[in-house]
């Protein structure tokens, strides 16, 4: 069921009206890029397979400089149950309801990726101090849909919100597919999609306009994706395409190869038609392509390019639309494993988690979270990436740690990381998050709590952190900001494991325009 916890007037989205820029987000990308600079972020910060037996929550962070609290976790709002680590976060509704008067970004969408509840989070009645308006309850999800382990909220420009949920409730990866919610977080079966009209595009691209009527399935029966992951939508190409992470019984017990060898984790990217639902095209990415998670299309949404990083492979990929309107693919730059000593494994993967691109679409940002280094790539030239900037804020081959980089010459080196205000970086980067501006980039350390326990145990005792690094937006570069530390190993109740940022006003990964 889907139970209140507090009465709050729900936030409008029909798509009947409106006029042009009085809706949430903004008109463009290069619009966003003037938006008034980030005084806050909301975290979310887990307790589940940490041994602490508290609930996870969502804190707001202070990153105001001129704020007497700057720096600090200035509130914290427990979830009502124990269980259900927190990971990606979206919103109700984003710049791709720009165009609707009557839309409201309001709700913060947490899916909690263990125990498959779906927070929705009142963030406008106080900014600072959110408020929880309702949750969406597991088992209600199960028996209405079969789906579980959801992942990927974005809202649509309809109002309503699509899930991506990586499994069944045991965590078999044949039951993963998307799941839609109305605009007041009612589910509407199987992504049973309801007069989905993209109204800004029968207003000003009416070429391309589709309207899907009361009763179409989304995705098609026998469409669902081999895995799920992230998704991402680009309405003037008619196209959706999600990713692959695994199958959760096995991701939820830690990293082995063997399960990569047994064929419980992916290398596909799922291109369906949009909004129709229907998978039109399987992309194998092969071993280039091994886990292949965050996905990004250029913010202009009249670009039929983006990017994909395969985890494992520690490759980043081009997708793009061939002349037959088919997706074709290619690896634009790779990141070498590492020859290593003291490690589990004779050679150590970059391990790509996470990526963003900034809204002019001149720079790509990515971590490495096992080597411990973030990266930034001119992409002006889409098929030729250049690498402008780079930074070791963390990883396992930092000073100090057990495994070393072994050289061409045989010698072995580690990678000096600075500390901020006093305290040793730990862990590797992991989520980052851009400012509007392009000038600030956000970055949190914990991936997923088995994967921490496994690859970075000191995090189960210390926490994560949140830093900040400079960026330099005119000739590339980066470098970290020594005033911005927030350290999750002093949260009250005890250290906790940071994952996803997002602002108050929308971002470069949860925003889309049509």
Known sequence: MVTNTEVVAPASNGVDGGCCKSGPGYATPLAAMSGPPEKLIYVTAVYTGTGREKPDYLATVDVDPNSPTYSTVIHRLPMPFVGDELHHSGWNSCSSCHGDASADRRYLVLPSLISGRIYAIDTKADPRAPSLYKYVDPKEIAEKTGLAYPHTAHCLASGEILVSCLGDEEGNAKGNGFLLLDSDFNIKN?????????????????????????NLRWEKEGHSPL???????????KTMISTSWGAPKAFTKGFDLQHVADGLYGSHLHVYSWPGGEMKQLIDLGETGMLPLEIRFLHDPSKDTGYVGGALSSNMIRFFKNSDETWGHEVVIQVKPLKVENWIL????????DFLISLDDRFLYFVNWLHGD????????????????????????????????VGEDGNTFQ???PQIKGKSLRGGPQMIQLSLDGKRLYATNSLFSAWDRQFYPELMDKGSHIIQLDVDTEKGGLSINPDLF?????????????HEMRYPGGDCTSDIWI
């Open 227 to 237: 895995f799920g992951y992230d998704f991402w939508y680009q309405p003037r190409h």
């Open 346 to 353: 004779p050679e150590m993967p970059g391990f790509i988690t």
């Open 415 to 417: 990678y000096d990381v």
């Open 374 to 405: 973030v990266r930034q790539y001119n992409i002006e030239d889409p098929k030729n990436p250049v690498l402008t900037g780079q930074i070791w804020v963390g990883g396992l081959l930092q000073q100090g740690s057990p495994a070393k980089v």
């Open 486 to 498: 927030v350290d999750f190993g002093d949260e009250p109740d005890g250290p906790a494991l940071a």
């Open 190 to 214: 199987r992504s049973l999609i309801t007069k989905l009209t993209h109204y800004v595009l029968l207003s000003f691209f009416s070429t391309i306009s589709i309207s899907l009527g009361d």
